[in-house]
């Protein structure tokens, strides 16, 4: 069978550039050997992750917030079997959900292992060991990623785990021990500091959340720590170790000194790494860098030009909608048309509660880059909206251009910033400036209310409710 274009993998990035391409009137394949469509993160990721965060955010209000509303209820308790099983419900509709936009794109699916026989044909491999052979003009390699360790932790995947099995644990911990202060850590961690669990957060930086902006790394530490989640910065890891049902992790501090930190699990999030395995990229001479990544140009080809690739198997952050965005990219621009894509402006979020966005340039880049700016801030306690919700914690953060006021970055702490930080999004696409913002009627009492006084600040130093 011949194809304009065949996809390989089904996440994010992969389902997109094969609706995308569908809509252009291409005849598209797409190949995934796993049972269920998208991916990484419909499955083990990003949709997962939330449904358990919701779960336990719930739960966490009702204990903590509840009789602050005037709400009594009897001592709430919870069924975590009952968690597992609505969020395993919540990932069925989703993936069932991409199976529909295939049959309606008219996409032909494949279920099975995907690798090279030559630059246009692909063998996909069953589980039963049959194969069978489908030839494309193009081909799109959007295989993810999967969880890193490091060289001397054995994951078992029972006490020693990763975010994949931490998803469908059969019960909370009594005592989680996070290795890596990232988003899937914090995220992770949260779940089951909020469910009652003791979490113990280990990172070798001398921040969490190290590649965002240092405001929010102490903010986002502090309200942690108020939330009960005991944090390690500046703490290298040294060894992990199972002895029954109790884990033992070795760690050196900043001084040097051995610490040992002793629980029920483990959670290894030490980041991701691309997954080319089993694809044959050296059948085609596909070159990949020493990271493992897939090495390509400004349009997404490799060096077959005919073989693109898109994702976490390529340079850049490791997001969802990053690789949507590159699908987009890729399929257009094999129909012909001129995209682009501004990898300055893929935002970056951490679905703890309060959340966190981000968007453009930290101040520490803007340091080091020796760019001239001003930074404007305003705290979500002084905003009425947030006091009638009691999420007073956090704040949202404008930096601009000194000379020329044009938005570089906006950092946000706080309820719904998630979804708050595509206002900052829009108006740095079109190269607002801070008094663009700070000038935008905002609706009362709302959220992005922050927004407009953060970019004010920015702008004249002048928020008009600090």
Known sequence: MKYDIIVIGSGPGGYIAAVRASQLGKKVAIIEKYSTLGGTCLNVGCIPSKALLDSAH???????????HGITVEKPTFDFGKMVERKANVVETTT???KYLMEKNSVDVFEGLGSFEDATHVKITKKDGSSEMIEGTNIIIATGS?????PFIKVDKERIITSTEALKLKEVPKHLIVIGGGVIGLELGSVYARLGAEV??????PKITPTMDGDISKELLRVLKKQGINFNVSHGVTSVERNGNEISVKANDKKGQ??????DYCLVSVGRKPY??????????VKVNEKGQVEINNHLQTNVSNIYAIGDVVKGAMLAHKAEEEGVVVAEFIAGEKPHIDYNLIPGIVYTW????AVGKTEEELIAAKINYKAGKFSMRALGRSRASGDIDGFVKVLADKKTDEILGVHMVGARVADLIMEAAVAMEFRASAEDLARICHGHPTYAEAVKEAAKAAWDGKPLNA
């Not at 719930?58 to 602050?68: G, I, M, P, S, T």
């Not at 999967?146 to 490091?150: E, N, T, V, Y």
């Not at 080319?276 to 001479?285: F, N, P, R, W």
């Open 96 to 98: 069932g959900g991409i």
């Open 58 to 68: 719930h739960y966490y209000d009702a204990v903590h917030h509840f009789a602050e």
């Open 354 to 357: 309060p959340e966190v966005a």
């Open 258 to 263: 051995e610490v040992v930190f002793t629980g």
């Open 146 to 150: 999967k969880p890193s360790s490091l």
């Open 200 to 205: 113990t957060v280990i990172e070798y930086a």
């Open 276 to 285: 080319t395995e089993g694809l044959g990229l050296e059948k085609v001479g």
